[in-house]
């Protein structure tokens, strides 16, 4: 299964899929740390949110695209999501759209995916995750990833909705990188 096959595929979405989104950036970036008073967390988020310009294209990750994970049965776990959390699932799982701060005009989305437990599409990891990281100028950024030794475990892919690559961590995670075309990540204006 392809992860554009996933993008293509989600609906509209509702204030509980926001919140959930929040929540997992939150987790991730360490926001929810409770011992820091409001001005400690502004002056983080002020050291730490980098405003790129519209013309920056330095070879980097911009954001995080998916999150896939193993399950039993993810016909069931995707209902019990949807269920008792309220997501709007699909046969590919859920999609998440935020703002990009920095291009207000501009609309990310995150995958989440629950994937059948012993799926070959996180081979050669062993874990039971996979990370998909948007990027910018993914053709300079594998270029530097291999010059740094970085494992590539495939060339770049090219579908209608972007690019695609896969790369090792130092702990075995297989990564998947996506390079959205322009139009996947803009407001249809007629809307």
């Given amino acids: 299964m ?26 991730l970036t ?22 790129p310009s519209a013309n920056d294209t330095t070879p980097k990750v911009t954001g995080i695209g998916g999150i896939f994970f193993f399950s039993e049965n993810p016909k ?20 998440f759209e935020t703002r ?4 207000p005009d501009e609309v990310n ?6 994937f059948k437990k012993g799926s070959e599409y996180f081979a050669p990891s062993k874990k039971e995750f996979m ?10 950024l594998v270029s530097q990833l291999k010059e740094k030794g970085v494992t590539v475990l ?5 579908y209608d909705y972007g ?9 075995g995670n297989k990564i998947e990188l996506w390079e959205p075309v322009p139009e996947t990540r803009s407001i249809d204006k007629a809307k």
């Avoid at 609906?11 to 929040?22: A, F, N, P, Y």
């Avoid at 069931?76 to 709007?88: I, V």
């Avoid at 990009?100 to 291009?103: F, G, K, T």
Wanted: proline share 3%.
């Fill in 131 to 140: 990370i998909n990281y948007t990027v910018q100028n993914i053709e300079a």
């Fill in 163 to 171: 690019k695609f690559v896969h790369i090792l961590d130092p702990d």
């Fill in 76 to 95: 069931e776990t995707r209902e019990w999501y949807s269920q008792n959390l309220g997501l709007e699932t699909n046969d590919y799982g859920s999609g």
């Fill in 30 to 51: 360490g926001c929810g740390e409770t011992n820091k008073n409001p001005k400690e967390m502004e002056e983080q988020k002020n050291d730490t949110v980098s405003k």
């Fill in 100 to 103: 990009n701060l920095s291009r």
């Fill in 109 to 114: 989305t995150l995958q989440w995916t629950p």
């Fill in 2 to 27: 392809s992860f554009g096959l996933v993008r293509e595929s989600y609906s509209k979405h509702k204030m509980i899929r926001s919140l959930l989104t929040l929540s997992i950036a939150a987790a």
């Fill in 154 to 158: 495939d060339t770049i892919a090219t």
